[in-house]
């Protein structure tokens, strides 16, 4: 098992930017994938941003294309997510996860975090 704490939640004007990071309790090397999911009120959790373990590639959700950048550091076992020009659908609880089970890239996860509340608003 691995346990995952999320920071850098908070409160944002439309047009701001933050940076969410992930602490793992270990390497998450040997999970198939880790990243990061969202959950706005009334919705569906969502994958937002993934990294694949098997070759290192990236996902993206269509709707965060060019404006998020998913990075990973093995040595602190940390997972960071920095989202630029947020918009009000931005909105929404963010939660780090890892796939062992090889849902498929960004489809759903194992273990995760407490989450991390954003909030874009004026």
């Known amino acids: 098992q691995v346990q995952l704490v999320e920071s850098g939640g908070g409160l944002v004007q439309p047009g701001g930017s933050l940076r969410l990071s992930c602490v793992a309790s270990?390497?998450?090397?040997?999970?198939?994938?880790i990243g990061w999911f969202r959950q706005a009120p009334g919705e569906a959790r969502e994958g937002v941003a993934c990294i694949s373990n098997k070759d290192g590639s990236t996902y993206y959700a269509d709707s965060v294309k060019g404006r998020f950048t998913i990075s990973r550091d093995n040595a602190k076992n940390t997972v960071d997510l920095q989202m630029n020009s947020l918009k009000p659908e931005d909105t929404a609880v963010y939660y780090c996860s890892v796939d062992e089970e090889g849902w498929g890239t960004c489809l759903w996860g194992d273990y995760w975090g407490q989450g991390t509340q954003v909030t874009v608003s004026s």
């Open positions: 270990r390497s998450t090397l040997d999970y198939y994938t």
